[in-house]
């Protein structure tokens, strides 16, 4: 594996924890007008990933099947949606703000639930970027290294406030900073591991690449729709998440055109 996919994999997780670290230096907790613009601006990058990055390829690699080239993004896109949702309902988790869990009954401390449910959807961002990689690596032509950088690059931006968000409320909570620190960091070590497996099943299933990529986009749509929408949505200053959320898109949108 080469110097380039290695760090590409490795950046999400780092904008991980270099967001998880502002725990050392903001005092307080995180008020929610900054927590629903954090949610509205990684939205949109995850949006405009899912569509740049995953979904157009997915159909770009499947041209020869002419007016049915948009089959393998659908079953994909589903089959991803179907996978976020089995996740979502067997592992116990607590959404940011919320007073009751998610998933099965469980003992878990309301911090490690919180970090769950981070961790959760941190995973289809993982996959996305192992499986954007595993094309560049099968030289697959609708794939282009800076499309994957980019990818890369928009999901470790997107990560950065997603840290945050994750060892300040828990910091808040009473918990150390160092300890705060640890889970956070901990919530995206989840994202290289998960690239990497699916590098290693893409490389046995090439031909299902096109399925691949829209699975990884369903997951993550599953992941905006379900959890941050609500988050940046709800209460007060949602206009400030959507404000957000036109930035974040755009932002990745230009990061895959310009580097793409």
């Known amino acids: 594996m080469t110097e ?15 967001g998880a670290a502002c725990v050392f230096f903001m005092k307080g907790q ?37 007016k049915l080239s948009f089959v393998p993004a659908v079953v994909g896109f589903w089959i991803g949606i179907a996978f976020l949702l089995l996740l979502d309902t067997v592992i116990p988790h607590l959404h940011l703000n919320a007073e009751k869990a998610e998933g ?10 919180m970090v769950l449910a981070v961790t959760l959807h941190n ?18 032509a609708s794939i282009s290294t800076g499309a994957a950088l980019a990818l ?8 950065f ?8 409320p828990l910091c808040a909570e009473g918990k150390s900073k160092k300890g705060a620190f640890f889970d956070g960091v901990m919530s995206g070590a989840v994202e290289p591991i998960g690239a990497l497996l699916t590098i290693f099943a893409a490389g046995l299933i090439v031909p299902a690449m096109p399925y691949l990529l829209s699975f990884a986009a369903g997951a993550m749509m599953y992941v905006v729709v379900e959890e941050l929408i609500p988050e940046m949505s709800s209460g007060e200053h949602s206009n400030i998440g959507v404000v957000m959320f036109a930035v974040g898109f755009t932002l990745m949108m230009a990061l895959d055109v310009a580097l793409g």
């Open 4 to 18: 380039k996919v290695l760090m590409g994999l490795l950046l999400p997780f780092i904008g991980t924890g270099l």
């Open 152 to 159: 890369a690059i928009g999901i470790a931006i997107q990560n």
């Open 104 to 113: 099965p009954r469980s003992k878990l401390k309301r911090s490690t639930m």
């Open 30 to 66: 995180m008020s929610d007008k900054i927590q629903k613009a954090l949610a509205g601006f990684a939205s949109g990058v995850m949006v405009a990933a899912s569509i740049w990055s995953l979904i157009i390829p997915a159909m770009e690699q499947s041209g020869k099947m002419g």
């Open 123 to 140: 995973i289809p961002e993982g996959m996305a970027v192992g499986v954007v990689y595993a094309g560049l690596i099968a030289k697959n």
């Open 161 to 168: 406030p997603e840290g945050a968000i994750i060892s300040m």
